[in-house]
């Protein structure tokens, strides 16, 4: 069996490499624009899949972060770029499915100008704190917060993003006040959270994690069903006392609109490879990212049934741009 899949693959990047020649496709770098500044995950999977795309494709991946109005920024440039696959966006999924229910005067229509390539990975999000608070478990920043009503602050990768949308969340289902301030992407939150200025955060454990291993964030539930494996002794939030808060952000590639099918096709298989080789997916794991995959059309069904999940949310929560 295993023969077979050996051989199934490398019959398939045989005809990928095929279809890629006859197609005169990639002819220069290719750009992996991130919709987010450096230092979150969604950076960090880019650069995963722009390493793995490189070395798939034989030619350069250049890496721009265009941070901005929760990924408006990117977004915009990449609908106005050429479609001809030698421009791709990251981003996560909120920055595509919730914005055009928080901006009615959007310059463009996300699933309308944008073509999913390839869903990367989805990653639960947690709730941290500075360690400078001194509350060590939910329960205690619940009553500290409740204490302090209007007075703890809550950051964000900006007004209508997931880490906006689950903090909202777990204030409202633990009845507390708290203070939104956005930010242009997670990375930039990260000297205020750090510095005790922001009280907490929801996001996810790949940008969490080199401040917890450090001691200078603290971990107090996860949004997610089970506990993650990268940080086991970290309770669910339905174990800490406040079930039915959950969040998990996916990330995905896409291409503006108009571009080929044939190369939507190549570059989804050329991605799925790249997770798949053991580092690249044991690199995934330990940022808190379970690597996801398959055909770009399952990956088209899943943004169109997000945004009108999220069209629902947005429409309970009474969220709107500040």
């Not at 990367?120 to 329960?139: G, Q, T």
Request: with cysteine.
């Amino acid at each position: 069996m295993r023969t077979r899949k050996v051989a199934a693959g490398i019959l398939f990047g045989l005809c990928a490499a095929s279809a890629s020649a006859q197609m005169g496709y990639p002819n220069r770098p290719i750009r992996m624009v991130v919709d987010t500044s450096p230092g979150g995950l969604t950076d960090i999977l880019g650069r995963v899949a722009a390493e793995g795309l490189a070395q798939q494709l034989g030619r350069q991946v250049v890496v721009e972060n265009k941070a901005g109005a929760s990924g408006n920024v990117a977004i915009e440039y990449v609908v106005k770029s050429s479609a001809d696959g030698h421009t791709l966006l990251i981003g996560a999924g909120g920055n595509l499915v919730i914005k055009p229910f928080l901006e009615h005067s959007l310059p463009f229509d996300p699933l309308v100008d944008l073509v999913p390539v390839f869903n990367v990975a989805e990653a639960p999000h947690i709730l941290v704190v500075p360690s400078s608070i001194p509350a060590k478990d939910l329960a205690e920043f619940i009553a500290y917060a409740r204490a302090n009503p209007g007075k703890v602050y809550y950051g964000s990768a900006g007004t209508g993003s997931p880490p906006h949308l689950a903090a909202d969340q777990f204030a409202r289902l633990a009845g507390l006040q708290l203070v939104h301030v956005p930010y242009k992407g997670v990375g930039p939150a990260f000297p205020d959270l750090i510095a005790g200025r922001v009280q907490i955060m929801s996001m996810s454990f790949g940008s969490a994690r080199p401040y917890l291993k450090s001691g200078a964030l603290r971990a107090l539930a996860a949004g997610s069903k089970r506990r993650l494996a990268g940080l086991p002794e970290v309770p669910t939030s339905a174990e800490a006392g406040l079930p039915g808060w959950e969040m998990s952000a996916w990330f995905g590639i896409f291409a503006p609109k108009d571009t080929s099918a044939e190369i939507v096709r190549l570059l989804n298989g050329k991605f799925q490879a790249v997770i798949e080789e053991p580092k690249a997916r044991q690199r995934l794991l330990e940022v808190g990212a379970e690597p996801l995959g398959g055909p770009a059309q399952g990956f088209a069904e899943r943004v169109r049934a997000d945004y009108r999940l999220w069209g629902q949310v947005i429409k309970e929560s009474g969220i709107k741009l500040e």
